[in-house]
């Protein structure tokens, strides 16, 4: 689901946070933060899955509440609920991963339900989904763009929502593109997210082994870089900036899988 793109982007958080924190880092709390930086990629995730569904529910708290009203008029006892059973909605509903991690995560407790509730005024507003409503059928097709023009419609260009995310998650304006890009992914080709595992065992094999390696070999690496800068004292150069040319250093000399223009090219 991450790219290694992605992955280094944490490896590098990760050094950084390190080098930046007080008094001399413990070697093994390295993982421990790195594995930290992926569970809030992997929390971020899940609640804008979690947020799109609610607002969907939300047509069934809206039709319950119309029609429980002591004089209900023809208008509330008909309000359509077609949304709330949007079948790419239900399949991950239904998906053991996704259950698990809201069991674990628990992104109910984050949700603003006046923030559902406005998104899904706006929805029953649109042309969109009146055009939704009006029919019956269920293809895949309508399913997948009603909910892209939600996500992109009502939450994503939503300040309120955008202001909401901001508060929740200090990493949305590192990993929002790319939970965004994942999620609209999987709207229009339904794939299979698994929410309990941001990665799989090869990609958790290299970012471990990345990190791993610049914290073994840092002196090393800096003994290497040090002779080849012109003009500038290795005092000079920014602590991000030496970090990530001993993340290029490493990967050339301990990552013989990776063409070296593959690296030169992720790291300029």
Same mark, same amino acid.
Not at 52 to 67: C, D, P, T, V, Y
Not at 117 to 124: H, P
């Given at each position: ?102 069991? @674990? ?13 406005? @998104? ?149």
């Amino acid at each position: 689901m991450i790219s290694r793109r992605n992955i280094r982007v944490k490896v590098m958080q990760t050094l950084y946070t390190q080098a930046s924190s007080e008094g001399a880092p413990v070697p093994a709390s390295y993982q421990k933060v790195l594995q930290s930086h992926f569970e809030l990629t992997r929390s971020l995730l899940l609640y804008l899955t979690y947020f799109l569904g609610q607002i969907a529910r939300f047509s069934e708290k809206n039709a319950h509440q119309r029609a429980s009203k002591h004089l209900p008029t023809a208008e509330d006892l008909k309000v359509n609920i077609k949304i709330a059973g949007n079948k790419i909605l239900w399949k991950i509903w239904e998906d053991e991963s996704y259950k698990k991690a809201v069991s @674990a995560i628990k992104p109910g407790q984050l949700l603003d339900e006046e923030l559902v509730k406005k @998104a899904y005024q706006k929805l029953c507003e649109s042309p969109e989904y009146r055009q939704y409503i009006s029919e019956e059928s269920r293809e895949n097709k309508q399913e997948k763009e009603i909910l892209e023009f939600m996500l992109e419609n009502l939450m994503l260009n939503d300040d309120d929502f955008i202001n909401h995310i901001e508060e929740l998650f200090s990493n949305w304006s590192d990993d929002g593109e790319m939970i965004v890009l994942l999620l609209d992914g999987f709207l229009k080709k339904t794939s299979h997210i698994n929410f309990t595992q941001m990665l799989g065992d090869d990609k958790a094999e290299f970012a471990r082994s990345l990190l791993q390696t610049v914290v073994e070999k840092s002196e090393h690496l800096e003994s290497l870089i040090v002779p080849k800068l012109k003009n500038w004292d290795p005092e000079r150069i920014a602590q991000l900036d030496m970090i990530l040319l001993k993340m290029g250093v490493a990967e050339f000399l301990y990552f013989e899988t990776i063409p070296p223009k593959v690296t030169i090219n992720e790291y300029i």
